[in-house]
């Protein structure tokens, strides 16, 4: 048996520049998507107790009652369908059979990489079953390639990388602004930050989630996307800015300079509520953080429902009161916490 397994992430700051080859930086969550892979005589998708019997193209159409199942079957589409860019020579013999489990504690659809945490870890768990494995680069940008074709979703580069290497990192998307369709696009420079720290908990940051479950990031980013691509002054000038912000929150991070940090992040929120627009829940929780002493705080990816960070010199005092308001959850960041791990039992 194959064991896959990926954790999501949340954005500090510099999200959602990923999209437009800007910088992130970014930090994995506790919380992890788990697949298991075994043999079996059909082809069968568990997800999430939803289980789906795969026998022809037409079991493989979307639609399901669970978003994850639809991820699964975009992988096994894309896997075996005759679009060949990004596999790298990878070949599903037609007659495979295999039952897939998948489980995940991510909260769904609520801008912590949930559903790109599960496509990797399937794709993982898939191609560890048939004997081939590639290097963590290659497997953030086809997990990209999937997600963006198969599921339709217009996403940076910053959700991919996070939950194949884990840890805290800048992520740098330069020169990946454009040419999507091709395979062979430079790769985003991840930087390892956690070593940075003067100890794994000593990142004072809360992360929180409303419980309300955002769309999908391709209906959040798409409008904005067209309107960068169409040389909007506004947008393009704001998402620089953004870019520019998550390079100098590296700084102030490594520094531990979280007055700074702060500052910063307030600004990264202010320029995505302007140019994006975060829903009126998220705000009101960004509001309550910043008057309950939060140094800086911003939705933790995209601003249709879901999460939000703030940093904060009591970050346990905060959390208390983020949960007296109307947050649901608080999420444990982890800057230790392994990426896209493959273990066979």
């Known amino acids: 048996m194959i064991h896959a397994s990926a954790p999501g992430r949340t954005g500090i700051i510099g999200n959602p520049s990923d999209i437009y080859g800007g910088t992130v930086i970014s930090c994995a969550i506790a919380e992890r998507a788990d697949v298991f892979v075994a043999e079996s005589d059909e082809l069968t998708f568990d997800i999430c107790g939803h289980v789906a019997e795969i026998r022809s193209p037409e079991d493989l159409q979307p639609g399901g009652p669970v978003p994850f199942l639809d991820v699964a079957k975009a992988v096994w589409r894309y896997l075996t369908g005759p679009d060949r860019r990004y596999l790298d020579g990878i070949e599903v013999p037609p007659d495979t059979r295999l039952h897939l489990r998948a489980e995940t504690t991510i909260p769904m659809r609520a801008g912590c990489a949930g559903s790109t945490a599960m496509l990797a870890a399937i794709v993982a768990g898939l191609l560890a079953h048939l004997g081939i494995r590639r290097s963590r680069y290659h497997m953030a940008e086809l997990s990209r390639h999937i997600e963006r074709l198969e599921l339709g979703i217009d996403c940076g580069f910053q959700d991919q990388y996070m939950v194949v290497f884990g840890g805290l990192n800048s992520v740098d998307c330069r020169d990946k602004a454009w040419n999507w369709e091709y395979d062979d696009a430079p790769y985003a420079t991840v930087e ?107 939705l933790a990816g995209a601003g249709g429902g879901g999460t939000i960070i703030a940093l904060h010199t009591d970050p346990n005092y905060l959390a208390g009161k983020l949960l007296a308001q109307n947050a649901r959850r608080i999420i444990a960041l982890d800057p230790l916490q392994k990426g896209l791990e493959i273990d066979t039992y």
């Open 192 to 298: 390892p930050l956690a070593a940075y720290l003067e100890g794994p908990d000593q990142l004072p940051l809360v992360l929180a989630n409303i419980g309300q479950r955002k769309g999908t990031s391709g209906t959040y980013h798409r409008p904005p996307r067209q309107r960068w691509e169409a040389g909007e002054r506004e947008m393009v000038e704001g998402i620089a800015r953004i870019a520019e912000l998550a390079r100098l929150g590296k700084r102030a991070l490594i520094r531990a300079d979280w007055p700074l940090l702060g500052d910063l992040m307030n600004e990264n929120h202010a320029i995505s509520a302007r140019l994006f627009g975060v829903s009126e829940t998220n705000d009101e929780l960004i509001r309550t953080a910043l008057q309950h002493g939060a140094l800086g705080a911003k």
